[in-house]
């Protein structure tokens, strides 16, 4: 029978790899230019990567158990930490289609929505640290 609890850690490498990839290519797009595949791929997993966030997001809040002692103040921490990446990410993701449709060139605005995907990707990479602490220290 399949257990919902296990949906969550199933679910977890998603956003992870979808962001990073996404921001990785926007930065292979800034020092080549004229390359305008990395930025729209960049763009299409930042998509890709905001949605696994928040079914991600979704799928801790509604289906892991609590938890106690130094394993409930990890936790406590990694949810902080996984709301405020699913935040960010909308918010970038938001921006950026706004940049899409709109077709707004101004380079600081860019830079800013860029800045904002940077700070995503660093917030997934704390709050994957945080739940691989609850995993391989707390065997959560």
Request: a positive charge; glycine letters at 8%.
């Amino acid at each position: 029978m399949f257990d919902t609890a296990h949906l969550h850690p199933m679910l977890v490498h998603f956003p992870i790899a979808l962001v990073m990839a996404g921001f990785a290519a926007d930065t292979a797009a800034v020092f080549f230019k004229k390359e305008v595949c990395l930025s729209k791929a960049g763009f299409y997993l930042l998509m890709a990567g905001t949605l696994a966030a928040v079914v991600t997001w979704l799928s801790g809040a509604l289906f892991t158990s609590e938890m106690d002692g130094a394993a409930g103040t990890i936790r406590e921490t990694h949810e902080m930490f996984a709301s405020l990446t699913t935040i960010l990410l909308v918010v970038t993701l938001i921006c950026r289609v706004v940049i899409q449709i709109k077709k707004i060139k101004n380079k600081s605005l860019t830079w800013l929505v860029f800045a904002l995907y940077g700070v995503s990707a660093l917030s997934v990479a704390i709050t994957g640290f945080y739940g691989g602490t609850l995993v391989y220290n707390y065997l959560m």
